[in-house]
Structure formats: structure tokens, C-alpha cells
């Protein structure tokens, strides 16, 4: 029974010497004059009679590292890296390649897409800026836009009848439709055109539907709009109000020496170049198209009198209004009071 109780306490003895060094013993590395490193094992009491197996399963568990191990470098020692992290002062920085902003440093502002609501934010957030900034140098608006809104237009138009800073404009492409409008109404004396642009003014459209009711405000508002602008276009070009109607009833394109005797623009950028003016077309009016004189025979006709044409409606509008662009409103009459 001794002997059985001695076997019993020798078990538990090796079981517990297994299972100490695993679990609580942290393992380190040694490197200095070793090629091989292996895990830390505690002292064990000589009387333990399992340390000799205990030793034997560790250095099992020894793991050995190459002989001909060899540390390969990429990179020398002596280089020198700080010229790799800073930029290098001859190459603008990110910020500084922004064309817009480049732009804008030069004071100059740049008009190249469809004129709607964020365009016309944008520019006008950006005369706002440059006229704050200095007041008495120019503000050069470059157009490129076929045109668009005539609200976002008139946003654009008071802004810069707003800025105390003379406002240049220069026509690159086409000016067309708001973008003419605006072309036509910078500085005068410097509003320019280059040779080979276009530019095309006509009358406002637009599209209605719903109720009668709503298409007869919606009618009424476009022709606000027209007469106001041939209004304002009258006063920038001096030709008289029935001319500026004529000219606006379809698309009039015009190229940039017709563009300067109508009066939209002041002069044309032309330094002589060869090859930096188009040659030249057909100095001969193009023909009627045969749908535009169907239709102004069949207003002629004696029946169309008596209907309220589009034509009717301007004239009394442009006949009760002022020459110049001023809003007048209509003064209501005054009504006694009814008696309950």
C-alpha cells in the first residue's frame, strides 16, 4: 500500500512538473552568440524524479534557425532619404494645379458651361470675391456657353452691374442665347471677341402644360422676360426697341465683326496672325427657310386679326412699359369700402 500510495504521488508530481512551464512560464529568445533560440524552462529541484523526461520533452521542442542565415539589405546605410520626402521646390504643389484657381489669381473668371443655378452661383460667388478683394483693378468674365436659365442669367447681370470693378468680357466659342445677353452687358469699351466665335441672340423659350390658367401665367412671364431683355439690349446696343424685336424673333447667328457693328461687342481680337481668322463664307444672306414664310403669311391673313396674337401681347406690353429697365408696377385703383 505504501508503495502503491508513493506510485500515486510520483504521477501527480510529473503531471503537475508537465503542466507548469506550458501554461505559466512566459518564453524568451536569446540571439547573442546562439544560432538557435528556444523557450525559457524554470529550475526544477533535483528530487523531482520526472526532470529527466520533462528536460527531454523540451529539448524536443527546441527549433533551430539556418546556418547560412544571411540579412540582405535593399538599401544602403550611407543614402541619404530626406530629399525623396520633401517636394521639390521647382514642381507646384497639388492645391496650386486647380485651374480655377489659377484663374482666379489672375482675376480672371471663366464661364464655359450651360448657364443654370450652380453655375451662376459659382460665378457670381467669384465676382463677389474679386471685387471685395480690389475694387479698381478689372475683372476679365471669359464666356463659352450656349446659354440657359434667364433668372440664373439676371442673377449674373445684377451682379455685375453690382461690382464696382469694371467687369471685361470675352467671347470664346459661341455666345449664345444668356451667354450673348451677358456678353453684350459688361464695361463698355471692353468687351471683346475673338475672330472665329459666334454669337446668336433670339427671343426666350420655354414649355407650358397643365390648365388654361396656368399656361396663361406661364405665357404671361415669358413675355415679361422678353421685353425686359430686348429692353436692356436696346439700351447696350442704341438701336431702337422694334429693331431689337425684329432681330430677336428666331435665331440670329452672327460672327464677330457682325457682332461689333450690331453693338453687342466693342472689338475683335485680331493681332494678324495667318490662320488665326477662318476664311471667310458667303457674304449673302442665307435663304428664308420656307417654314418661317408659311408662318408669317398665315399671320398676315385677315382672320388672325381679330385673335390675340403673340404680337399683339408684346405691343401692348412694350407700350404700356418704360425704356429702361426699371419695373413699374400697375397702381391699383382705389374702392371705398363696401357697406355690410
Same mark, same amino acid.
Given at each position: 500500500? +505504501?508503495?502503491?500510495?508513493?506510485?500515486?504521488?510520483?504521477? *501527480?508530481?510529473?503531471?503537475?512538473?508537465?503542466?507548469?512551464?506550458?501554461?505559466?512560464?512566459?518564453?524568451?529568445?536569446?540571439?547573442? =552568440?546562439?544560432?538557435?533560440?528556444?523557450?525559457?524552462?524554470?529550475?526544477?529541484?533535483?528530487?523531482?524524479?520526472?526532470?529527466?523526461?520533462?528536460?527531454?520533452? +523540451?529539448?524536443?521542442?527546441?527549433?533551430?534557425?539556418?546556418?547560412?542565415?544571411?540579412?540582405?539589405?535593399?538599401?544602403?546605410?550611407?543614402?541619404?532619404?530626406?530629399?525623396?520626402?520633401?517636394?521639390?521646390?521647382?514642381?507646384?504643389?497639388?492645391?496650386?494645379? #486647380?485651374?480655377?484657381?489659377?484663374?482666379?489669381?489672375?482675376?480672371?473668371?471663366?464661364? =464655359?458651361?450651360?448657364?443654370?443655378?450652380?453655375?451662376?452661383?459659382?460665378?457670381?460667388?467669384?465676382?463677389?470675391?474679386?471685387?471685395?478683394?480690389?475694387?479698381?483693378?478689372?475683372?476679365?468674365?471669359?464666356?463659352?456657353?450656349?446659354? =440657359?436659365?434667364?433668372?440664373?442669367?439676371?442673377?449674373?447681370?445684377?451682379?455685375?452691374?453690382?461690382?464696382?470693378?469694371?467687369?471685361?468680357?470675352?467671347? *470664346?466659342?459661341?455666345?449664345?442665347?444668356? &451667354?450673348?445677353?451677358?456678353?453684350?452687358?459688361?464695361?463698355?469699351?471692353?468687351?471683346?471677341? *475673338?475672330?472665329?466665335?459666334?454669337?446668336?441672340?433670339?427671343?426666350?423659350?420655354?414649355?407650358? &402644360?397643365?390648365?388654361?390658367? #396656368?399656361?396663361?401665367?406661364?405665357?404671361?412671364? *415669358?413675355?415679361?422676360?422678353?421685353?425686359?431683355?430686348?429692353?436692356?439690349?436696346?439700351?447696350?446696343?442704341?438701336?431702337?426697341?422694334?429693331?431689337?424685336?425684329?432681330?430677336?424673333?428666331?435665331?440670329?447667328?452672327?460672327?464677330?465683326?457682325?457682332?461689333?457693328?450690331?453693338?453687342?461687342?466693342?472689338?475683335?481680337?485680331?493681332?494678324?496672325?495667318?490662320?488665326?481668322?477662318?476664311?471667310?463664307?458667303?457674304?449673302?444672306?442665307?435663304?428664308?427657310?420656307?417654314?418661317?414664310?408659311?408662318?408669317?403669311?398665315?399671320?398676315?391673313?385677315?382672320?388672325?386679326? #381679330?385673335?390675340?396674337?403673340?404680337?399683339?401681347?408684346?405691343?401692348?406690353?412694350?407700350?404700356?412699359?418704360?425704356? #429702361?429697365?426699371?419695373?413699374?408696377?400697375?397702381?391699383?385703383?382705389?374702392?371705398?369700402?363696401?357697406?355690410?
Amino acid at each position: 500500500e +505504501r508503495e502503491r500510495e508513493r506510485e500515486r504521488e510520483t504521477e *501527480m508530481s510529473c503531471s503537475l512538473a508537465f503542466a507548469g512551464p506550458s501554461s505559466s512560464t512566459p518564453v524568451t529568445f536569446f540571439d547573442h =552568440g546562439s544560432n538557435h533560440f528556444e523557450p525559457h524552462s524554470p529550475s526544477v529541484p533535483p528530487t523531482n524524479p520526472c526532470r529527466s523526461w520533462n528536460q527531454s520533452r +523540451r529539448r524536443s521542442l527546441q527549433v533551430k534557425a539556418l546556418k547560412g542565415l544571411v540579412v540582405r539589405r535593399t538599401l544602403s546605410s550611407n543614402w541619404d532619404l530626406s530629399a525623396a520626402v520633401k517636394p521639390s521646390p521647382s514642381l507646384p504643389r497639388f492645391e496650386e494645379l #486647380d485651374t480655377t484657381n489659377m484663374l482666379l489669381r489672375q482675376r480672371i473668371v471663366f464661364l =464655359g458651361s450651360q448657364v443654370d443655378d450652380t453655375t451662376a452661383d459659382f460665378v457670381i460667388s467669384q465676382l463677389l470675391l474679386l471685387d471685395a478683394e480690389d475694387s479698381n483693378k478689372d475683372i476679365k468674365l471669359f464666356i463659352n456657353s450656349p446659354g =440657359g436659365s434667364i433668372t440664373a442669367g439676371m442673377g449674373i447681370y445684377d451682379t455685375m452691374k453690382l461690382c464696382k470693378a469694371d467687369v471685361s468680357t470675352v467671347c *470664346m466659342g459661341v455666345a449664345a442665347s444668356m &451667354g450673348a445677353f451677358l456678353l453684350a452687358a459688361g464695361t463698355k469699351g471692353k468687351r471683346y471677341c *475673338m475672330p472665329n466665335s459666334r454669337v446668336m441672340i433670339h427671343q426666350p423659350y420655354g414649355a407650358s &402644360g397643365g390648365s388654361v390658367t #396656368d399656361f396663361a401665367i406661364r405665357l404671361r412671364e *415669358m413675355g415679361y422676360h422678353r421685353s425686359k431683355l430686348n429692353k436692356i439690349l436696346s439700351r447696350i446696343t442704341g438701336k431702337p426697341l422694334q429693331q431689337i424685336d425684329q432681330a430677336t424673333e428666331c435665331d440670329n447667328f452672327m460672327s464677330a465683326w457682325e457682332a461689333k457693328e450690331y453693338g453687342l461687342v466693342d472689338a475683335v481680337i485680331d493681332d494678324g496672325k495667318p490662320g488665326l481668322v477662318a476664311p471667310p463664307v458667303d457674304a449673302n444672306a442665307p435663304p428664308m427657310p420656307k417654314l418661317l414664310g408659311l408662318c408669317q403669311a398665315i399671320e398676315a391673313r385677315t382672320v388672325a386679326k #381679330d385673335l390675340p396674337s403673340e404680337h399683339t401681347l408684346f405691343r401692348k406690353a412694350n407700350a404700356g412699359g418704360q425704356s #429702361d429697365d426699371s419695373d413699374r408696377g400697375t397702381q391699383q385703383e382705389k374702392q371705398n369700402p363696401a357697406s355690410v
